[in-house]
């Protein structure tokens, strides 16, 4: 019971002192800071645009220093005579997923971000990170924020209505969802709502989210667009909407984005923040997630349930994509680098994912069930057993097959939410993964 009773005691003191380090550096507010990533598949830039005060910070206050997972990219906040971080947070951007496209070989192009972090208390350096595939630095900026510079823009409330979903806690102690409209006219408001709803029983019915659901806030943004419905680029649709979405990304017909990240941002407003989620309404099949940047999700479709869950799980988890195209592997995951996703791993270094969740004398790759070998499961998904279905979504191992390649990319079970809509449920190594996450935002 002592040794209960000191650990917890010794708990409580890192917190209060985490907490010491953000009131001597940062004040309740957020620093939204927007940038462009530019560039080709050759060389990237990055470019300070402008700098915002807007609503209270909802981030975290603790574990300033240490991001959650590398990711693609990292914001840091550095004090200017030490170099020490006082504040860092991990991301990924769409330039980075446009930047493996064939497209990419041939023009230059230029993509919106905002990044967010605590305003300071004192003048600080924002130093901006790119990684390469290889986990390389692959651009740079570093430039100074005083927080007494007059050219910081003050956000102010732009008179949308926000809804409160869900209220858990304050913002020190709940992490903070935002769902924002897109494609829904003046009329369709009360349509927005109730998705927006609907959106929060579909995260919430899910674990881990399930069983965590107390340590989250839900909020939503009702932003007209000028017409119902999203741009379809394919079809020769275009809408006028609020951050002006659109399908075919990339020329992928189910690829559903948007790029205008300031818009975006400038709708938010004032709403805390950490997570956001852009609900566009519209019935055709698509949406994306990016991890610490957006999710974006068709409003209509009938697997909107399973597409939410498995999109959010890389915008909140920072998981990776577990299925495979064919065989024209994508060059994402080199093979002599290991992935930062937590679900899929190289075997560069395997010991930093699951092998403590092995069975022990374990065959690598490990041997698909003889169901996988047969038929196609997603067309016969429903027809399985409990048993068959826990099965393949339970029984960990390294199965060759992930992150868009057939060799060379390993996942940690042959069916998850990460890999197929049909699976009901995240596998262990994901589930696990999210919880983590949670506790790192919430501390404990």
Partial sequence: MRKLFLLAAALLASLSLAGQDFQTHFTDNTLRLDYVFCGD???????????????????????????????NGQVRV?????????????????FQEWQATEEAAHVQKAFENCLQVPFPTHPVDIEVVLFDTHAKV?????????????????????????ASILENGTLEEAIDIVVVS????????????????????????????????GRFNFRAVFAPSADSGVSIPGQGIWKETAVSSHFDTFYSDRYLTTSSIWTLYDLIGTVPSEHVIVLANTAKYGGGGIYNSVTIMNSDHPTFVPVLVHEFGHAFGGLGDEYAYGDNPETLYPADTEPWEPNLTTLVDFTAKWADLMPPHSTLPTPVDPIEEEQDVRRIWDTLTPEQKARLNRKIGVYEGAGYQMKGVFRPVQECRMRINE????????????????DYYTAR
Wanted: net charge neutral.
């Fill in 41 to 71: 598949v050759h060389h990237q830039s990055i470019y300070y645009a402008r700098a915002y005060r807007t609503g209270a910070w909802a981030g975290r206050r603790h574990h300033l220093s240490e991001a959650a997972l590398r990711g």
């Fill in 182 to 213: 897109e494609g829904y006219a003046l009329e369709d408001r009360g349509k927005f709502f109730h998705d927006a709803r609907r959106a929060a029983d579909a995260l919430f019915s899910h674990e881990p989210f399930k069983s965590y659901k």
């Fill in 78 to 94: 550095l004090d200017p005579d030490s170099g020490e971080i006082l504040y860092v947070n991990s991301f990924s951007t769409l």
């Fill in 423 to 438: 699976c009901e449920e995240f596998c262990p190594v994901c589930t696990r993964s999210i919880v983590r996450m949670i």
């Fill in 138 to 162: 692959s651009s740079r900026l570093r430039h100074r924020v005083d927080p007494s510079d007059i050219l910081i823009r003050e956000s102010a409330d732009n008179g949308l209505q926000v």
